[in-house]
């Protein structure tokens, strides 16, 4: 059981490249996340998928696009990196489901990008 | 608009020594806390969690409080060790969005 993957761990673009990170996880969940991290703050979710083909905008979802390709990935796509967008990108998943379910999140990794 | 904050961004504990991180919350309608630690260069890990109809909660050298009157959430570490160290967020959630607001984290260190 390897829980919450992603990739790539590390990434390096130039401002205006595109690319798409991607996250998988193997417990059945239904719920995803994807979220950034900047340097002495806190989480931020920029998007989540509540269930398969479903997805909705979090805090901060500007200049990202997502995919919920089928209820084990979940992928985060940068269609024009900006330097703004220097960050860890954390995905994460959880079965949260009602008052009596725990809604704890399993977090991957973490990607760690740099926009130049 | 609704927040979790953190009282301290740095705590320095002896080690043996409890440790108390404190949270203050803003939404009165949060149904659901979570404590998370994360280690440098991992993703959070889950700690321990409280439901808004409890005030106390224990685990396994940690307990959670939850003072619903003022919206004050607490962790505490008993006997911290070494492994201890790391940053500590709080989170709540409301049931209606299944969404996590974090905090911005306290630094955990413990001096040998």
């Known amino acids: 059981n390897a829980g919450v993957t992603q990739t790539p761990k590390f990434q390096v673009l130039k401002t205006g490249q595109s690319m798409t990170l991607q996250c998988a996880q193997d417990?059945?969940?239904?719920?995803m996340y994807w979220y950034r991290q900047d340097p002495g703050m806190g989480l931020r979710l920029i998007y989540y998928s509540a269930s398969e083909g479903t997805t909705d905008k979090g805090e901060v979802p500007n200049g990202y696009n997502v995919s919920r390709l089928n209820k084990r990935e979940f992928s985060l796509r940068l269609e024009s990196a900006a330097p703004s967008q220097t960050s860890v990108y954390f995905c994460?998943?959880?079965?949260?489901?009602?008052?009596?379910?725990?809604?704890?999140?399993?977090f991957g990794p973490g990607t760690r990008l740099t926009v130049t | 608009g609704e927040s979790v904050g953190l009282h301290l961004p740095t705590l320095s504990v002896q080690e043996g020594d409890n440790s108390i991180i404190n949270c203050a919350y803003s939404n009165s309608a949060s149904d659901y806390f979570i404590w998370y630690k994360q280690e440098s260069g991992k993703g959070p890990q889950f700690i321990i969690d409280?439901?808004?109809?409890?005030d106390k909660r224990q685990g396994q050298r940690v307990t959670v409080l939850l003072n619903k009157t003022v919206k004050h959430l607490s962790l505490q570490i008993a006997a911290t060790q070494p492994g201890d160290s790391a940053v500590y967020f709080c989170?709540?959630?409301?049931?209606?969005?299944?969404?996590?607001?974090f905090g911005t984290g306290t630094r955990l260190t413990i001096i040998p």
């Open positions: 417990m059945n969940h239904n719920s």
């Open positions: 994460a998943s959880s079965e949260a489901r009602g008052w009596q379910s725990s809604y704890e999140q399993y």
């Open positions: 989170a709540e959630i409301n049931f209606g969005n299944e969404k996590l607001t």
């Open positions: 409280i439901r808004s109809n409890m």
